[in-house]
């Protein structure tokens, strides 16, 4: 919260700033200005000059603090966090797979669980760029389609632009979208621009496009993003988000399943 003390020296403010931003990973310009009962060219400055400094990233209307920044776990850590909600969010996506439909399943841990429940559907297509997703579909399961691309070794999935001479091609039905964070000003994002890359162009091509993300992921800002909001049409999460933020998502369009 920021003090209501006023007038501040400009390193006070300045200092304060650094504080709601790295508190919250994010804020508004207007927000800010608000508070401190300054001008937005004020808080502009004072955010041009924490970015020199490597304490914030300015995005627009407002900042992302790179004290805060999110960094990603190898993969089998990420498999181990929050396991329980992962398994209750794959449990509620797979009820929502018709027959005979095609599906896009990205490389987060939780669509790796998801992965792991259609072992027995036959009837399905799966396009992924998930080596260990699969890996999982290798031997039973549904038809399995690659996409192709670099492949990235942190999080096992291949990416970057040569995964488009595939993705281009298709037109699944849903995709199952996992992100290394979500808010409400920037979206979806995740750490890597080629990943990124990847997400926004599935995003693009699915009819549906179904979030999976447990609430640990919420106001939380990563590198690159790779979605609006606008682009998701549900999100699956587990009962630890916020009633708020569930309510705020809902009024932009987004069906909000809690499990």
Not at 82 to 87: G, L, P, T, V
Request: glycine letters at 6%; charged letters at 30%.
């Amino acid at each position: 919260m920021i003090s209501e003390a006023y007038p501040v020296l400009a390193p006070q403010r300045r200092e304060q700033i650094r504080k709601v931003v790295k508190q919250g990973g994010i804020a508004r310009v207007e927000d800010l200005r608000k508070n401190l009962k300054v001008s937005v060219a004020t808080i502009r400055r004072d955010l041009e000059i924490l970015e020199e400094e490597g304490k914030v990233r300015r995005v627009h209307g407002g900042a992302v603090s790179m004290e805060s920044r999110l960094e990603e776990s190898v993969f089998d850590d990420k498999t181990s966090l929050a396991s329980k909600e992962k398994i209750r969010i794959a449990e509620e996506a797979y009820s929502m797979i018709g027959t005979e439909e095609s599906i896009f399943l990205d490389g987060g841990s939780t669509t790796l669980f998801l992965a792991r429940m259609l072992t027995g559907r036959n009837d399905l297509t799966v396009v992924t760029n998930s080596l260990r997703a699969a890996s999982e579909l290798a031997e039973k399961g549904p038809r399995v389609i690659l996409t192709g691309g670099e492949l990235r070794r942190l999080s096992q999935t291949m990416v970057g632009p040569l995964s488009s001479a595939v993705l281009n091609q298709v037109r699944v039905d849903k995709a199952f979208m996992g992100t290394m964070g979500f808010c409400l000003m920037n979206g979806l994002t995740t750490t890597d621009p080629n990943e990124a890359f990847v997400k926004s162009l599935v995003a693009e091509h699915a009819r549906q496009v179904i979030l999976l993300a447990d609430s640990s992921k919420a106001e939380k800002v990563s590198f690159a993003r790779f979605s609006e909001w606008k682009q998701i049409d549900l999100l699956i999460s587990d009962d630890g988000l916020t009633e708020v933020l569930a309510k705020s998502l809902r009024k932009l369009g987004l069906v909000v399943r809690l499990c």
